[in-house]
């Protein structure tokens, strides 16, 4: 076998390995949850991280579609600006706890969001 060959074969490894990198990465991350998490509590909770996600974009489009485009706001403008910020504020605090105490479920999400995507690209 020439340097060609090697390098051709080698390239050709790498490639089928990363193929199958995302859909492995999938199934262990499914294993483990299946082992720390009942079925139900993760449906559950799974469907409580999509909707503080849902929550979260709904809080920023009613925040940005709120902004005027003027430089001078009146008071009624800067209070209701504020009220959807402390909201966004809010709803991203709700996520981050959910994150820290669900750290494989949100691996999972993102799994699932990545191998979904992959299969359109």
Same mark, same amino acid.
């Given at each position: $076998?020439? /340097?060609? /060959?090697?390098?051709? %074969? #080698?390239? *050709?490894? *790498?490639?089928? #390995?990363?193929?199958?990198?995302?859909?492995? &990465?999938?199934?262990?991350?499914?294993?483990?949850?299946? =082992?720390?998490?009942?079925?139900?509590?993760? $449906?559950?909770? !799974?469907? /409580?991280?999509?909707? +503080?996600?849902? =929550?979260? &974009?709904? =809080?920023?489009? =009613? $925040? +940005?579609a709120g902004t005027p485009t003027a430089r001078s706001w009146t008071d009624e403008q800067? *209070?209701?600006?504020?009220?959807?910020? &402390?909201?966004?504020?809010?709803?991203?605090?709700?996520?981050? @706890? !959910?994150?820290? @105490?669900?750290? %494989?479920?949100?691996?999972?999400?993102?799994?699932?969001? #990545? !191998?979904?995507?992959?299969?359109? @690209?």
């Open positions: $076998m020439d /340097q060609k /060959q090697v390098e051709a %074969l #080698t390239k *050709s490894l *790498s490639v089928a #390995t990363d193929k199958i990198h995302g859909p492995l &990465n999938a199934l262990a991350l499914v294993k483990l949850v299946d =082992a720390f998490y009942a079925p139900d509590d993760r $449906m559950l909770l !799974l469907k /409580q991280i999509d909707d +503080a996600y849902v =929550a979260c &974009n709904v =809080a920023y489009e =009613a $925040m +940005a800067k *209070s209701e600006h504020q009220r959807l910020l &402390n909201a966004k504020v809010e709803c991203d605090r709700v996520v981050d @706890e !959910l994150r820290k @105490e669900h750290k %494989l479920l949100f691996r999972l999400r993102d799994a699932r969001d #990545t !191998l979904s995507k992959s299969k359109y @690209e």
